[in-house]
């Protein structure tokens, strides 16, 4: 028998993201990263998505889009 598990989102908390992290580095005897400055996961979420908006919007007509959209055309 095969179980699978999938946690979506799991990692996306930076909070419990660097304290796993941190679990597994003192496992390896390694020093805790505490301190450090860190992957701030929304932050980098949100600038992507900004520049693919930019990256889209630069790419199309959005007007004409639009205007398919509402059946103007």
Do not use: P
Not at 29 to 49: D, K, M, Q, T, V
């Amino acid at each position: 028998m095969l179980f699978r598990s999938y946690f979506h989102g799991l990692f996306d908390n930076d909070i419990f993201r660097r304290r796993w992290l941190d679990f597994l580095r003192s496992r390896k005897g390694l020093a805790s990263i505490n301190g450090h400055e860190y992957f701030r996961y929304e932050e980098a979420r949100n600038e992507a998505y900004d520049r693919l908006a930019d990256i889209v919007s630069s790419s199309i007509n959005t007007r004409l889009l639009y205007e398919i959209i509402n059946g103007n055309k």
